[in-house]
């Protein structure tokens, strides 16, 4: 099977048995079902690891992972994990996270093919377009590059408030903020970017939506 598929293996045992040695019951409780207040929408880069980052432990975050940290309205995947953590398990917070160093932000802003990605890379580029002169009128390129990751964010935190499954959850008075950060790879501080939702009020007239409860 190859030596760092048996170590896997090995790791996983390790684990366990540290789990148990601190608490006995510990994958008893964890079995008996989940409430977390997080669900996080990040990248799939395996650098950024939800749990570790904000100092979680199994069943503190509810996660959903794709290239680039996207929320793209028509994703059935995301679609289905926002719905059971908004109208389920209740969270109350959802942070969007993109991390500096961003290879799908970086092909973004590339003219290179890279395969089947570069459908999911178009949602990004439209993205760049719609903040074209911010974003030309940075000189750097590195500083391009994470401004860019940061307005990615931003308008992923606004994809998000425009579903109808948060909106329906803000109408019916259920206590639900969106938020959005970017992680630095180099040091593992998150930069809280300042752009929070809890009501279809900070939306645009046009987006937002009415339910007959």
Not at 101 to 119: L, R, T
């Amino acid at each position: 099977m190859g030596e760092y598929y048996k170590k896997l293996l090995e790791n996983n045992k390790t684990w366990v048995e540290s789990q148990l040695a601190l608490n006995p019951d510990f994958f008893k409780d964890l079995a008996k079902g989940q409430n977390p207040q997080l669900l996080w929408i990040g990248c799939s880069d395996s650098r950024v690891p939800a749990n570790e980052i904000v100092g979680g432990k199994p069943g503190d975050v509810f996660v959903h992972r794709n290239i680039a940290n996207m929320v793209v309205h028509s994703d059935m995947n995301m679609l289905s994990v926002l719905d059971y953590a908004v109208n389920v398990l209740k969270v109350k917070h959802v942070i969007v996270c993109g991390h500096y160093g961003c290879g799908g932000v970086k092909a973004a802003m590339e003219n290179n093919s890279i395969g089947i990605i570069d459908n999911w890379i178009r949602h990004i580029k439209d993205v760049y377009r719609l903040h074209r002169n911010e974003l030309d009128a940075v000189e750097n390129e590195k500083e391009r590059f994470n401004k860019f990751v940061e307005i990615n964010v931003r308008e992923q935190v606004l994809d998000l408030a425009k579903t109808s499954i948060v909106q329906s959850a803000w109408q019916k008075g259920q206590n639900l903020t969106l938020h959005g950060w970017v992680y630095g790879l180099n040091d593992g501080y998150v930069t809280d970017l300042n752009v929070n939702f809890s009501s279809n009020k900070d939306l645009d007239e046009v987006h937002q939506l009415y339910f007959d409860i």
